[in-house]
């Protein structure tokens, strides 16, 4: 383990997309690199929704709002 998480970096797994968000707060897309041609995943396409709506304040809220009422521990 490091005194530096900044320097600490994770590799995916091939063929593997992510949303991630990183200590400053911002979400970053890491998408998996494939044929250009291939339709994307529909698993990927709902990470790229969730990364464009977190923009929208209303939205995160909403939410922020629904996961707490869903009574699950983290």
């Known amino acids: 383990m490091t005194d530096e998480p900044e320097k600490v970096e ?8 992510a949303l991630v968000v990183t200590a400053a707060g911002e979400f970053k897309f890491v ?8 339709q994307m995943q529909p698993n990927v396409l709902l990470l790229s929704a969730v990364m464009l709506r977190s923009r929208a304040p209303e939205w995160v809220a909403e939410m922020m709002a629904w996961l707490e009422a869903q009574d699950i521990s983290m």
């Open 10 to 17: 994770t590799i995916l797994p091939a063929r593997a997309s």
């Open 31 to 38: 998408m998996a690199n494939g044929p250009t041609d291939a």
